[in-house]
């Protein structure tokens, strides 16, 4: 599948910025071929130190441990209607719940994950809420927080060490 393209960031008509039409919705199994073009991106690969899932055992696990899963909050990020990654949060085996994302290396530098993220802590109540970026995604480590994130150690994932941060107190109100 080809990557999907980036459409032009700014209105024509009257210049305005489509960074306001940064918005989130369910997941659709469309959605997960646009997913999976993003997570084999080779930078983003290089970046998030994540090893991209082939085919197959990708839409498994979409369908089957996230969208399958009543535990899991999950949304699509969408850009002016188009799939520009995603947002989901999950219990970890340690019973701490975590949130990641991907978005489509088209939509990074673009401010996109800076709102699809603060959209998404709108929706998610529970608090501490974890995250764990590759130490050398310093884009996703600042974006993380910028929303209240703060770091709390450092965690391994095979030979590549992690930030662990926390985001403390109570969610925003619903």
Excluded: Q
């Excluded at 799939?83 to 530098?109: K, N, Q």
């Excluded at 993220?117 to 998610?124: D, H, K, N, T």
């Excluded at 764990?132 to 996703?140: E, H, I, K, L, Q």
């Amino acid at each position: 599948m080809a990557a999907a393209t980036l459409p032009d960031m700014t209105d024509k008509r009257d210049g305005r910025d489509k960074h306001s039409e940064v918005s989130l919705r369910g997941v659709t199994d469309a959605d997960l071929y646009v997913l999976l073009a993003y997570e084999h991106d080779p930078e983003a690969v290089r970046r998030s130190r994540f090893t991209p899932r082939p085919r197959d055992a990708f839409l498994t696990h979409w369908r089957e441990r996230v969208l399958g899963d009543p535990d899991c909050l999950v949304r699509t990020v969408t850009v002016g209607g188009e799939v520009a990654g995603s947002v989901v949060s999950w219990t970890a085996d340690d019973e701490r719940r975590y949130v990641g994302y991907w978005l489509g290396r088209p939509y990074w530098g673009r401010g996109v994950g800076t709102r699809a993220l603060g959209l998404f802590l709108e929706l998610e109540p529970v608090r501490p809420l974890y995250a764990d970026p590759f130490g050398g995604n310093t884009a996703s480590v600042r974006l993380l927080e910028r929303h209240g994130f703060e770091r709390a150690g450092t965690v391994r994932h095979g030979e590549d060490e992690h930030i662990l941060l926390v985001l403390d107190g109570p969610a925003a109100p619903r």
